[in-house]
């Protein structure tokens, strides 16, 4: 094997594919990279039994041929390597990989040890590329990370004609968001639970201009985008409803800048040590405003900001300032609606934009307001 290509395009290609190795593995070929070079493309595949990755680059070749090198010694031999075109060879039982005087030699592994890549399932079609990305990285905020339940630490992926749908929950906070989707038929439907880890790393890895093709079976789904493919293995059991949940009967409504509310939460949660909560106290017009507070005995912070409330005279509601924080940092529109039912009750988080249209839902659940 032997080929020639930028060394930009190498690293990226590297770099998408290394994404799915293991960090230890004691089947040493899955810290493996396969390179497969065959007519003008370069394809880097890896794969930990749990997930897999195909990226494709263009690459001039020289002598088509497959090699397995450790991955993550690769990806940092092309992240030292100087600007310019890079030439990888097979020469023996080494890799050389050469650019403008530097020369490197990796070991290649036993091609018979390496496990076949699954195919992709069947595609149900495709997703705007940068808001899928956006999408799963609003939501992933909320999955759990407690193993023992292991259905909590993914995020369901639903679909539904034009729509798809991204939830997760770990109990305290359920998040969800929807989005245009384009199904390649009108009765295509799904509801599976993906990783919420991996397909946080999926989407990273993704382009943001374009389309994804979404794929998905019985056991798998798969994501393609600009010549990397992905699949990973789906989690058994389902997450609860969230209908019923969301549903709240005239709640108090807040509106409040996101940015600045940002800062005061992280400000003011300082002193919240122990995770102790942060309070809110609302006040209605003429006054308008929040007082943000935290802190027990000596150590204590506030902060008073602008806030449109309706429904109510005034309302004092509580929330763990962590969650929080991940659920306004989740949001990018410049004003957020809190929709308050009261202390130790649900709390809604929306966008303060077209309230009425909204896809993007993050509910917590407020705690008893200290004593401050």
Not at 299 to 325: H, I, K
Request: aromatic content about 4%; glycine content about 10%; proline content about 7%.
């Amino acid at each position: 094997m032997e080929f020639r290509m930028e060394r930009g395009e190498l690293t990226d290609a590297v770099s998408r594919a290394a994404r799915v190795l293991p960090v230890r593995s004691p089947v040493p070929v899955l810290g493996g990279l396969l390179l497969d070079a065959d007519a003008g493309r370069l394809r880097v595949s890896g794969t930990d039994f749990e997930a897999s990755v195909r990226v494709e680059a263009q690459a001039h070749t020289v002598r088509p041929g497959k090699a397995l090198v450790m991955g993550r010694r690769l990806l940092d031999i092309c992240k030292v390597l100087p600007e310019g075109p890079v030439e990888c060879a097979v020469e023996g039982s080494r890799l050389t990989v050469t650019a403008d005087g530097s020369r490197f030699g990796l070991s290649v592994l036993p091609l018979d040890d390496y496990p076949s890549l699954p195919p992709l399932p069947e595609v149900r079609g495709t997703v705007d590329a940068g808001e899928f990305a956006s999408a799963v990285a609003h939501v992933a905020v909320a999955a759990g990370r407690d193993g023992t339940l292991p259905a909590l630490t993914g995020i369901r992926l639903g679909l539904d004609g034009s729509t798809m749908t991204l939830a997760a929950t770990d109990r305290y906070r359920f998040a969800v968001r929807g989005l245009p989707f384009k199904a390649t038929a009108p009765d295509v439907t799904a509801d599976v639970l993906v990783p919420a880890r991996r397909l946080a790393e999926i989407a990273r890895s993704l382009g943001r201009t374009g389309q994804v093709d979404v794929a998905v079976d019985g056991g798998s789904a798969g994501f393609e985008h600009a010549g990397t493919r992905t699949t990973v293995r789906l989690l058994d059991g389902r997450l609860p409803r969230h209908d019923k949940l969301f549903a709240m009967t005239e709640p108090a409504v807040a509106t409040m800048d996101r940015a600045s509310l940002v800062e005061a939460v992280k400000r003011v949660s300082v002193v919240a040590d122990g995770g102790s909560p942060l309070q809110m106290t609302f006040s209605a017009a003429p006054d308008g405003s929040v007082l943000l507070q935290a802190g027990f005995e000596d150590d204590v912070a506030s902060q008073r900001l602008p806030a449109a409330l309706d429904g109510t005279a005034g309302m004092t509601v509580a929330f763990n300032p962590a969650y929080l924080m991940d659920a306004l940092s989740s949001f990018e529109d410049t004003t957020v609606r809190l929709k308050l039912m009261g202390p130790g009750q649900r709390a809604m988080i929306t966008h303060g934009e077209d309230p009425g249209a909204a896809t993007h839902q993050h509910l917590l659940m407020s705690v008893k307001p200290p004593l401050l």
